[in-house]
């Protein structure tokens, strides 16, 4: 009997004990694990030069982005609407 009552007392201390770590775990990663969003200091084409050039200076590093024709359109048009000017894609 007080083997069994010893046995659920570790079982349900360990349980806290892994519930306890596993939180703290996850709140020290989880910022490095977050996309973070910052401003840029340049405007919107020298931000994506910019980008990509640090990207494919980077040994093996390349960046490869392809768009349909009316996704590039419906982009301009969102950029259009919510920064009130045109945006110049390559």
């Known amino acids: 009997m007080k083997a069994k009552a ?52 980077k040994e093996g590093g390349h960046l490869a982005w392809r768009v349909s024709h009316r996704e590039l359109q419906n982009y301009k048009i969102l950029f259009r609407e919510l920064f009130g000017r045109d945006v110049k894609c390559r």
């Open 6 to 57: 010893r046995t659920i007392v570790y079982i349900i201390f360990g349980f806290i004990a892994g519930v306890i770590f596993s939180g703290v775990v996850i709140s020290i990663s989880s910022g490095e694990m977050m996309v973070k969003e910052m401003r840029s200091p340049y405007d919107f084409e020298k931000t994506v030069t910019v980008i990509s050039d640090r990207i494919n200076a």
